[in-house]
């Protein structure tokens, strides 16, 4: 017989092939079988480095973690060098190469370029770090975020400070703002401005002073602080600028009663530590934390601090850690690494055992996980200490600061 | 009303700021090439003095002569390998080139140093000076000292030193110094070699308080220029006035406008003077 086969007829049998041998049990146990590919895009290089290598720590030591727990996976690593631009064909690239599933982006700017680009080509994206409320308001159909809003980060980190003056028993009567001048710290700005009548909280800020987070030198904007002689000093900061501007404040011999961020990046980073020693001590970040009673965020601690001796355990490996974690989870259930079936299987999330504080790792409508809180971390001995809410607490805080020649 | 202490912090910033201009205004002066790669050879002295001070423990104010000979060698080896072929050449060939060799120091520090910001520690990083209500800042005090010494260092050079007088007579009629028998190619690369040794000490003083990336050249780079544009082109003085303006500029917008808006000052600054004085302030009509 000859043989009559045209290139659509021929093509035609293969698609059909193609539909049954992916609906077969068999096509299904294959899948599992193949690793899901996470691209994971975060800023390694830039002026995001230091914390983007932070949360690249976080994702490799995933890796070992989570196949232990019965996770297939494997990761392919971008760097998005702390611009959305670069973001943005880094994720395309990650695309082209195979990768199943996007995960990333630490910096707002770079996120929300990386979910343009995942719905533009149907790729799940699950966000580890990045705080911009409108990433999640777009009505994205494969964007997910296992991380807070501004304004959550915001309402979390403000009412805690009215546990602190709870329980230190000090009512602060005024308070200047010092915020990078960036979109993070513009939608933190007004978050702060729109919640603090909201929350009742005691006291007043008298000066708001933004600063470019870029700036190599805050001398300028510590001495306008200080002119309005508020009692405490909050602060949005991003990374260096943290440091910077605590040394300035030494320098100028500028000792309110705390400098507390309501929900930023920067005074618990390895390097704001390692620069100011006990210069360090007593500056409190109410962000969200790994919860230090947490089984699994004890064996994840253990694992990182014997795979990287010289830096801490901090929030960046934590959400990097579940992101990936979410991502393995989403696969498992999915039985499949098509976009479809990831998706689905995302919006079904429901991971309980987790290593943050919060509650079930869950998504909404928007694909916003609402069930995540901050706790109050401040730096004890030179090292960051859930100090608030009491349930995950394992110091007392201190408040006001002492002097910063009254230490060690 | 003004708090002094501000004032005062943008005069000493406005110093080291000068005296980085300082390099790119002698070269220019001189040879009338641009060095585009003046930020990074400075960065490039400051991974120097990073090294020297995470090795073996040393203050960058020590390490400054030797990073600043060594920036020297470095630009004294520059002209006359590179830039001494391309000075009959058109500007935009000695942009270009000069422009491929300040990416050269940041890949090759990108390279050998890695992104992240490194910085050099000092005893005396988180000291200040208590005189009367000002309250000084030790390092930036110490990093104006430096600055000003340097300076007045170079001038001294070209007012005294026989080469020195030659390198100015070069500047003044290139024709007639090679008439009366100077060796032009050595005195323009002994100028690019101080130019780079200027800017090389600026890195050691600014390492004091500032933290190192390989990124770090394009802002340094772009504030140099406006601090020679400023001064004028080419002027000693002029790149030192320049840079004390730029600080106090800079001091003054933070505390009185807002701080985010610092640089767009310095900006404003440079457009004024290039409408009303384009030749600089200090600058002889070209």
Known sequence: ?408 | MIDPNILVAGLLTGAIYGLMALGLSVIFGVIRVVNFAHGEMMVAGMYVGVVLNRRWGVDPLVSLPAVAALLFAVGYGLQRGLVNRLIARPHHNQFLTLLAVSILFTSGTLMIFGPDAQNAEVPYAFESYEIGGLLLDKVRVLAALGAVAGAVALWVFFKFARTGKAIRACADNQLGAQVVGLDVKRLYAITFGLGAACVGAAGSLLLLFVDVQPYLATDYTLLAFIIVILGGLGSMPGALLGGLLVGLSEALAGFFIDPSLKSMFSFGLLILVLLLRPQGLLGKPG
């Open chain 1, 1 to 408: 017989m000859a043989m009559n086969m045209s290139r659509r007829r021929f093509g035609a049998g293969v698609a059909s092939l193609g539909a049954l041998a992916a609906a077969s049990p068999l096509s299904r146990a294959r899948a599992q079988a193949a690793p899901l590919k996470i691209g994971v895009l975060l800023p390694r290089s830039g002026f995001l480095a230091d914390i983007g290598q932070q949360c690249q720590r976080g994702a490799d030591i995933s890796v070992p973690i989570l196949r232990e727990m019965g996770y297939s996976l494997e990761l392919i690593n971008a760097d998005t060098e702390s611009k959305p631009e670069v973001a943005r064909t880094q994720a395309e690239k990650l695309i082209r190469e195979g990768a199943d599933i996007l995960m990333g982006a630490f910096e707002s700017g770079a996120t929300a370029a990386i979910a343009q680009v995942c719905e533009q080509n149907g790729v799940p994206f699950v966000i580890n770090i990045g705080a911009d409320p409108q990433i999640t308001e777009q009505g994205y159909k494969f964007t997910f975020r296992n991380f807070p809003t501004s304004i959550m980060l915001g309402t979390s980190g403000l009412s805690l400070f009215n546990e602190l003056f709870k329980a230190t028993g000090v009512t602060p009567k005024t308070a200047v703002l010092m915020h990078a001048n960036d979109t993070f710290g513009q939608s933190m700005l007004k978050g702060i401005t729109a919640l603090m009548p909201k929350l009742g909280l005691p006291f007043q800020i008298v000066e708001t002073v933004a600063y470019d987070p870029l700036a190599r030198d805050l001398s300028i904007e510590v001495a306008k602080c200080k002119a309005a002689r508020a009692d405490i000093h909050m602060v949005v900061t991003r990374n260096k600028d943290a440091g910077l501007m605590v040394r300035e404040m030494v320098k100028q011999k500028y000792e309110p009663m705390g400098i507390i961020s309501p929900g930023s990046p920067g005074m618990y980073e390895q390097p704001f530590l390692k620069t100011l020693g006990k210069y360090a001590d007593y500056c409190i970040s109410n962000v969200p934390w790994y919860d230090p009673k947490q089984p699994l965020a004890k064996t994840v601690e253990a694992a990182f601090h014997k795979a990287y001796p010289d830096f801490s355990f901090d929030l960046n490996i934590g959400f990097s850690f579940e992101g990936v974690m979410v991502c393995a989870d989403a696969y498992k259930r999915a039985g499949s690494a098509k976009p479809a079936a990831l998706v689905e299987a995302l919006k079904t999330t429901a991971i309980s055992n987790r290593l943050m504080v919060g509650g079930t790792i869950r998504f909404n409508e928007k694909g916003q996980n609402v069930d995540l809180r901050s706790a109050s971390v401040q730096i004890l001995e030179e090292k960051p200490t859930v100090v608030l809410p009491v349930e995950n607490a394992v110091a007392k805080p201190v408040f006001p600061m002492p002097g910063w020649d009254k230490r060690g």
